[in-house]
């Protein structure tokens, strides 16, 4: 290494290497939420990481790292960069129209104005979001493990065997848990990929029900238990995916979690699973783990990252330097929400009988319907109830798990500049909270206040 002793380095640390740059980050390591990932590099390159967890590419967290340099790397002490890159080499190609946030890992979302075309998202068309490269399945190899700890009972099943058994389908919106977070980062910026609303879709998913295959293995519910699931995409240390849900959801039978193998009557395309993934009805969509090879009930909730560092919110006056992920549950069922796909923002449109169109979804977690749209352009002092369009039918109360589909005609006049609010209010009365401002938090999620649109009418 170059130059290293003239930085005083002390002769025993943790170090790190980025590019070319040489860092001790010994008292940085204690204040790292993600302490035991950066151990994991400890000695080597950060990069691969960086790689997957690419909310460290900010100017914020390069110019905090060039606070630790000690020295750079020579030349011929740099290792090549190929074989770490080889995990991307198969990713499977996406539609154009996908609006992609990063490439590595892909994730992706389709232009608003896409989602209110139909009911049930084109599976094209669907957002993608990966925390990991998308592994390459052999079907003819694949099985699912599933291990119940809490009975000491294990089974291995073939992708054949899968689906012999009977065949469930469910309509579910899936949503991420940052959907809407480059709203929030118009308040202050947040550490994470900069979703609009379109992180987001519908689709009919079919497959086999969990709660079958657990009480055929014994399991019995209760309120503390937990089912994990594995997904077959692993980190450069060979970690996998992994997050987790309550078991009380996984057995409840009108829970309608499901393990699928298609969507919207096709088999999953990579993107989106292949062969299967956990269809977690009404929660995050950080739970419905793709790629499944391997399902646990335990005591324990999931020790994964994303589960205990990850997903999780906190007040608006936390920061990095006061965040304790410990104190804060995990994210399961979503906030009601609501967003306006058309107009966008910024749009210039031409009333016709004095009315333009407005459309967007509205869905709320937990299985609560929606049963109002509230839209308005002066302010909030007046508003507008929008029309429903497409509404899930026949499920009952609770299992209402799809969108809701929504238009409403807004009267204008010629040369009118306007913002178009919308709110969503569910069957338990819960609407949208005012303000960003407000439920602003350091990893933007949950975002669920007034969506707003500025327009100009020609």
Known sequence: MDDVTKHNSPQTGIWITYGIGVYDITSFVPKH?????????????????????????????????????????????????????????????????????????????????????????????????????????????????????????????????????????????????????????????????????????????SGVRLVDLLKEMGVESDETSHVHFEGLDTDPTHTPYAASIPLSKAMDPRGDVILAYEMNGQPLNRDHGYPLRAIVPGVVGSRNVKWLGRIVVSKDESDSHWQQNDYKSFSPSTDWDTVDFKRAPAIQNMPITSAICTPANGDRLEAKDGYITVKGYAWSGGGQAIIRVDLSVDGGNSWIVADLDQVEQGTGRGRHWSWSLWTAKIPVKRGQKIEIWSKAVDDNYNAQPETFKNIWNLRGVVGNAYSRVKVEVK
């Open 33 to 205: 939420p993600g302490s035991d990932k950066v151990m994991l590099a400890a000695g080597s390159a950060i990069d691969p990481f960086w790689h997957i967890y690419q909310q460290h590419n900010t100017k914020e967290v390069l110019k905090l790292l060039e606070t630790f340099r000690i020295g750079n790397l020579k030349e011929d002490d740099v290792i090549g960069t190929k074989d770490l890159d080889n995990p991307w080499a198969t990713e499977p190609k996406r539609h154009p129209i996908l609006k992609a946030a990063t490439q590595r890992p892909f994730n992706a979302e389709p232009p608003a104005s896409v989602l209110v075309d139909s009911f049930l998202t084109p599976n094209e068309f669907f957002y993608v979001r990966n925390h990991l490269p998308v592994p390459e399945v052999n079907i003819e190899e694949y099985e699912l493990e599933i291990d119940v700890e809490l009975n000491d009972k294990s089974k291995r099943l073939s992708f054949e065997e899968l689906k012999k058994l009977p065949k469930h389908t469910v309509t579910a919106t899936i949503m991420c848990g940052g959907n809407r977070r480059g709203e929030m980062m118009e308040i202050k910026p947040i550490k994470g990929l900069p979703w609009g609303p379109s992180a987001v879709g519908n689709a009919e998913w």
